[in-house]
């Protein structure tokens, strides 16, 4: 037996040293592979693209008329041809008139078409977000016949903010972190064409007259830790919300949004959480920053729990290859006036 079991461990060590060696990836001691562009080049120029586009979209906006308002979540889209579970995603926060939609990292399998298909599909869903909050105007000559099928035909004014943009400019509320899916195989090179950022912040204005916000932190955690940049920019307060020495706003509630688990659902799951110092500092940290709730993804199955005065939850798969089904795979958050909060699974009907 003792000869069989150390031929079966000779032959798995060959097998990682050949995936190792014939690919330009690396394979990390948890068995994942991790991109050619590590988390500390990955947050470095995150970072950069955040300072250099600090406040331009990444404040939003609750009107004094309403008494809450609600975001959307989800996670692990895997996407490659299929666009049916992220357009449903799109509709349900498009209709429900969500103020943002979240994603959880691995929002598409790392190939450049699947990458082409999703932000077609992003595009396709900044023209709708524009048609239907933005006041349209037809840009081209008096005399032709109106397009209705070319976007770029029209600009759109946000009355609200008295901004005015091409459609591709459009500020569709939608935010993602990147996940290993999306780091894999240089996938970051596709996934920053679009999202441009791992690591940012987003201020909800809950009330203008106390200058009062809620703060939704992102964070880079696709390859299981955050990394020595990324805890340096964290010591440093840049995500602390308070840019300035006066402190003249104050945060009302915080949400985190990750990909990689901070708890495992059950002693059975895939065991790729952080590092036990990093999950040391990161628990530390929204203790910190008295965060509400943390967002994750990664597992592929649902958890709750709380620590502390934090609730941690962690999103099942959307997938419709992992999950075919139709099941409770999105999330709303649901804020209220006061401050106060509630959830609710929201039920994804499409089935391939």
């Known amino acids: 037996m003792y000869g069989e079991m150390k031929q079966l461990h000779i032959v798995i060590v060959a ?11 690396k394979v990390s001691p948890i ?24 406040g331009e979209f990444n404040f939003l906006y609750v009107p004094d008329s309403v008494d809450e308002y609600t975001f959307l979540v989800g996670a692990d889209s895997h996407v490659t041809t299929d666009m ?42 900044r023209w709708k ?22 976007p770029d035909l029209y600009i759109y004014e946000d009355t609200l903010l008295e901004r005015v943009f091409d459609v591709d400019e459009v500020p569709l509320p939608f935010f993602p972190v990147v996940g ?3 780091i894999t195989h240089n996938g970051w090179a596709l996934w920053s064409n679009i999202f441009h950022s791992s690591f940012y912040d987003v201020y909800v204005i809950v009330d203008k007259e106390t ?18 940049e990324q805890v340096k920019l964290i010591e440093e307060g840049v995500l602390d919300g308070t840019d300035n ?19 495992r659902p059950s002693s059975l799951q895939f ?3 952080f590092p036990r110092e990093e999950t040391f500092f990161l628990l530390e940290q929204f203790r910190e920053w008295n965060v509400d709730i943390v967002f994750c993804g990664h597992v592929h199955k649902w958890d709750e729990q709380k620590v502390g005065n934090t609730y941690y939850i962690t999103l099942d798969s959307m997938s419709e290859r992992n999950n075919p089904e139709p099941g409770d795979y999105l999330l709303r958050v649901h804020v209220k006036r006061d401050g106060s909060y509630s959830w609710e699974r929201v039920h994804m009907a499409y089935k391939p």
Not at 15 to 25: D, G, H, K, N, P
Not at 245 to 260: A, D, L, S, W, Y
């Open 84 to 125: 049916g579970r992220m357009r449903e995603m799109f509709d349900e926060g498009l209709g429900h008139d969500d103020l943002l939609y979240a994603h959880l990292g691995d929002i598409a399998d790392t190939k450049a078409e699947y990458y082409i298909n999703l932000e077609n599909l992003v595009d396709e869903y």
């Open 31 to 54: 068995g994942v592979l991790v991109s050619g562009t590590g988390v500390e080049d990955r947050v470095k120029m995150s970072n950069m693209f955040y300072l250099q586009h600090n």
């Open 271 to 273: 065991a790729s959480t």
């Open 129 to 150: 977000y524009a048609k239907k909050n933005f006041v349209e105007f037809y840009k081209g000559e008096e005399d032709d016949d109106f397009d209705l099928t070319n």
């Open 245 to 263: 020495e006066e402190e003249f706003f104050k945060i009302r509630n915080t949400f985190v949004f990750g990909h990689t688990n901070i708890f």
């Open 180 to 182: 290993n899916h999306d």
């Open 15 to 25: 097998l990682v040293a050949l995936i190792a060696f014939t690919s330009c990836e």
């Open 211 to 228: 200058f009062t916000f809620d703060h939704f932190i992102f964070l880079d955690t696709a390859s299981g830790t955050l990394g020595q």
